[in-house]
C-alpha cells in the first residue's frame, strides 16, 4: 500500500527554521470520500507566508499548530478522483502542505492549470506570485505613465513579476536587491531603470539617484530599514504598496515600526495592505493577461529549485537568506 | 510711534518649549507696500503643528529660523490697507506669527470671516481644525453610517469636531482623551458613544470593549503607543487617517514606528495623511457646512483661552500637556 511521507512542525521556530522544528513521517495515503480528488505534489512553492503560518502570530489563516502539516502553497497531479471538477492527469495547483499526497476539492484554494500551463508557471508568474504583483502594482499602487516605482525584494519570485509590470506600463523602475549578480539580472535582462544592493554602502545616497523625481509608488517586499529609508523619499501622494515584510517574519520580538511613517502626511501619501484572495473572482482574467505577457516576452521569469521533500525547512532558510533568484520552489521526489 | 511687539525663536526646543526658548522683541509696525494691508492680531491658535515648525524637522512649511517671529495662525483686524481685498475693520485669519501686527496680503493664507463668525471659529470650528477634521474624516477616512470611529485626542480641537461630524453622519464613535471630564465631556455634550481615558488602566480592554465590530475608521492625532493599540483593533478594509502626532513632536530622537503597521496588511487596510491646505477651491463650502452644523447646534465647541501675547510659549506648553478642552487660543492684549 502507498505511503504518504510528510513534514509536520516539531516546535515553533525561534528565529530562522531549524531542521530540528520538523518531523519527518509516513501515513497511509488518504482515502477520498465524494467530492474528493487525490493530488501528488510535485512542487512546493516557498514563500514569505510559510513562515508566518508556522508562528503563532495572527494571520489571514489560523497558525499552523503543532504535530500538523506545514502549510503551503504547490501543484501536483490528480491520481484519483471522486469529484467530477477534477480528472485522473489533471495539474492543479492548491495548498497540499509539506507532503507527498493531499485531498482536493472544488474549492477557491484548488485551481486547474490552463492549458500549456507549467507547475511552475502556476505556482509562480500565474499563480500567487503574478497574482500578488499584478493586484498590488496596478489596484492598490496605480502607477502612471512616467512614474517612479520602486520594489524590494525585486529579484524575488513577486517582486520581478511587479517591477516587470510597472517597466510596460511606462514607469521609471528601481529594484532593491540582496547581491550584485541580482542587480545585474534586474537591470540586465528584465530592463529595469536602475537597481540598488541594499548590503553595500551608501543605500540612501544610491536610492536618491536612482530617483531623481522622488517615489511615486513603492512596492514593499521587505519591511524594516529599507522601508523607512523609502519613506523618506517619496512624491507628493505617493502610494506604498505593503505586499510583505520578509525582514520581519524571523523576529522573536516584534521589532518597531517604521519610524519615518509621518512622511505619510508631510506628502499626503497611503500605505496600504491587501491579500489577493479578496480578488478571486478575477483570478482567470488576470492569469491570462499575465500568461500573455510571459508568451510575449515581455515578463522573464526564473526558479531556483531545490530537490527533494526532506529538503523543505532548507529551502525557507534559503529564501530568507537571501539565496534564491526568481521562484524558489522545493521538487517533490 | 506704535510699536510691534513680537516673539522670535531664540534657540530650538529640546523637549516641551520653554519660556528661555524664545525672545521678546518691540520693533516698528511695518509700513505697508502697494498690495499689502495691516492686520492687528486678536487671537493666536494654538496648535501641534507650532511645535513642529519650530523644529528643524521637514515639513510642508521651511523651519522657522532663529531670530524669526514664531509662525503661526491667528486671526485679528485690518487696521490699514493699500489691498483691494482688505478694508479697514475686517476680521481675518492668516499666519500672524506671535506678534501684534503682520502684513497680510490677497493670498491663499489669508481668510476674510464670513457673516457673523467669530474670530474664534474663524480659528477653529470653520478654520483649520474645522477643515482638517471634516477633509481627514470625510474624503480620507470615508465612514459610512453605522460603522465604528475612533478619535484620538477626542477633546482637543479637530478631533472634537471630527468625532461629531462622524456622529451625524450614522456612526458610532468612540474617543481617546486623556482625563475622566474630557471623558464626560465627549459623551455627555458631544453624545459619543463611548469615550477612554488613555490615562487609565486597561486601555486595550476598555477599546475591546467599546469596539465590539472592531474599527472602521481611526481618526489620529497622537501617534505613538494608542495608534498601534488600535492597528490591533481594525475591522477589514480599514481606512487610519493621519491627521497628527501629537505624542512624538517633542521627542529629541524619532521614536520607533508603529511595530503593528503589517495589521494594515492582515485587515487589508489604509494608513493616510493629508493636508488640508490641497484642498484649498473647497474652504468655502465647506465652512459654511460647517458653520450650519454649528448654528443648528449639532456641532458644539469649546475654547480654552490663554491671556496675553508673552504667555503664548507657555499656551504651547499646555497644549502638549493636554491642559486644554477643545480649542487652545491666546488672547493678544
Chains 1, 2 share one sequence.
Not at 489563516?61 to 504547490?74: A, D, I, K, T
Not at 516605482?149 to 521609471?172: D, E, F, H, N, P
Not at 510571459?294 to 525557507?316: M, N, Y
Amino acid at each position: 500500500m502507498e505511503r504518504n511521507r510528510r513534514i509536520t512542525l516539531l516546535r515553533r521556530p525561534v528565529g530562522l527554521p531549524a531542521d530540528e522544528d520538523f518531523a519527518v513521517e509516513e501515513v497511509p495515503v488518504p482515502e477520498l470520500a465524494e467530492g474528493e480528488a487525490l493530488m501528488r505534489t510535485t512542487h512546493l512553492s516557498i514563500d514569505p507566508t510559510v513562515r508566518t503560518w508556522i508562528s503563532d502570530a495572527r494571520s489571514y489563516f489560523p497558525p499552523v499548530e503543532l504535530g500538523e502539516v506545514v502549510r503551503c502553497p504547490g501543484a501536483g497531479v490528480i491520481v484519483a478522483s471522486r469529484c467530477g471538477a477534477y480528472e485522473e492527469g489533471d495539474l492543479v495547483t492548491s495548498l497540499p502542505g509539506w507532503q507527498e499526497y493531499s485531498v482536493v476539492r472544488d474549492d477557491v484554494f484548488t485551481t486547474k492549470a490552463p492549458e500549456g500551463v507549467t507547475a511552475e508557471q502556476l505556482l509562480g508568474v500565474v499563480g500567487q506570485n503574478g497574482m500578488a504583483a499584478h493586484i498590488g502594482l496596478l489596484d492598490v499602487g496605480r502607477p502612471e505613465p512616467g512614474q517612479t516605482v520602486v520594489v524590494s525584494a525585486a529579484a524575488g519570485a513577486t517582486g520581478s513579476i511587479a517591477a516587470q509590470i510597472a517597466k510596460l506600463k511606462g514607469c521609471r523602475v528601481v529594484g532593491i536587491a540582496g547581491t550584485d549578480e541580482k542587480c545585474e539580472w534586474l537591470t540586465g535582462e528584465l530592463g529595469l531603470d536602475a537597481a540598488i544592493n541594499h548590503r553595500a554602502d551608501g543605500f540612501a545616497e544610491a536610492l536618491r539617484a536612482a530617483t531623481p523625481d522622488r517615489i511615486d509608488v513603492y512596492f514593499d517586499n521587505v519591511g524594516g530599514w529599507i522601508l523607512d529609508a523609502v519613506l523618506r523619499r517619496l512624491a507628493m501622494h505617493a502610494r506604498v504598496v505593503l505586499c510583505g515584510a520578509i525582514s520581519v517574519y524571523n523576529e522573536e520580538r516584534k521589532p518597531p515600526g517604521p519610524a519615518n511613517y509621518l512622511e505619510l502626511i508631510t506628502q499626503r501619501a497611503r500605505m496600504e495592505g491587501f491579500n489577493t484572495f479578496d480578488h478571486w473572482g478575477r483570478f482567470e482574467e488576470i492569469a491570462a493577461e499575465l500568461a500573455g505577457w510571459v508568451a510575449d516576452g515581455r515578463i522573464r521569469t526564473r526558479e531556483t529549485v531545490v530537490e527533494g521533500l526532506d529538503r523543505a525547512p532548507a529551502a525557507l532558510r534559503m529564501l530568507f537568506e537571501g539565496g534564491n533568484t526568481g521562484k524558489l520552489l522545493v521538487r517533490v521526489g
